[in-house]
Nanobody, 127 residues
Framework: QLQLVESGGGLVQPGGSLRLSCIGS????????IAWFRQAPGKEREWVTC????????WYTDSVKGRFTISKDDAKKTVYLQMNSLKPEDTANYHC????????????????????WGKGTLVTVSS
């Protein structure tokens, strides 16, 4: 049973960078699509980015295109979210999530069908 744990959040000034990590345990990541979501205080959860299980296809929500990059290291069972040029509106609790290929009707570029979730790591962008 795959489990996910996020880390790397913190306080950063506008324009700064952070790299979030999502470490998997209990199963390999090769057969999973991985997505990052975020939820700001008082707002609904928002899909941010997704990399499908083939590791070839990646999608980003418009507000982070050109600033955020998702990557995966299967050997380390880790997925990263590199966040550059951070803005105050990026402040949120960031969660990674996984969907197993062939067993979940996930849609990567929409963020539906993900059934394994980490607890999140808080990112605060403020001066």
């Amino acid at each position: 049973q795959l489990q996910l744990v996020e880390s790397g959040g913190g306080l950063v000034q506008p324009g700064g960078s952070l790299r979030l990590s999502c470490i998997g345990s209990g199963s390999n990541l090769e057969n999973y699509a991985i997505a990052w979501f975020r939820q700001a205080p008082g707002k609904e959860r928002e899909w941010v980015t997704c990399k499908d299980s083939s590791d070839w296809l990646t999608w980003y929500t418009d507000s982070v295109k050109g600033r955020f990059t998702i990557s995966k290291d299967d050997a380390k069972k880790t997925v990263y979210l590199q966040m550059n040029s951070l803005k105050p509106e990026d402040t949120a609790n960031y969660h990674c999530a996984a969907a197993e290929e062939g067993k979940s009707g996930y849609v990567c570029n929409v963020g539906t069908g993900f059934n394994v979730w980490g607890k999140g790591t808080l990112v605060t962008v403020s001066s």
